[in-house]
């Protein structure tokens, strides 16, 4: 597998803003789901955004109007722009990506559905 490559990760007090980039370069636009995840220490990994290749966009209801997922024009790297971040949005975050044909509109934020991972990157906000 082609390695999703994170980067943008860093610590922000409350409020402030991260943008996150995935080298995505190596799963087609045209044929992979790609999403972002987060997870903490004990707990399961959750969808935070997931774009299809018709730019379909899913939000977790935690991220909606504060995070939002792009990719660029040549669609090789994934965007994840964070705004009003809050102390609970604390989380090593995941770049993913999967065949379009394992996703659905209602799974795309499910992680069990994604094949490839990046290695994480840590987001840390501070109250």
């Known amino acids: 597998a082609v390695p999703l490559v994170e980067s943008g990760g860093g610590s922000v007090q409350t409020g402030g803003s991260l943008t996150l980039s995935c080298d995505a370069s190596g799963y087609s636009a045209k044929t992979h789901c790609v999403g972002w995840f987060r997870q903490t220490p004990g707990q399961k990994r959750e969808g935070v955004a997931a774009i299809d290749i018709d730019d379909e966009t899913r939000y977790a209801d935690s991220v909606k109007g504060r995070f939002t997922i792009s990719r660029d024009g040549a669609k090789k790297t994934l965007y994840l722009q964070m705004n009003a971040l809050k102390p609970q949005d604390t989380a090593v975050y995941y770049c993913?990506?999967?065949?379009?044909?394992?996703?659905?509109?209602?799974?795309?934020?499910?992680?069990?559905?994604?094949?490839?991972w990046g290695q994480g990157t840590q987001v840390t906000v501070s109250a």
């Open positions: 993913a990506a999967t065949p379009l044909e394992d996703t659905t509109m209602s799974t795309m934020l499910d992680p069990s559905v994604y094949m490839w």
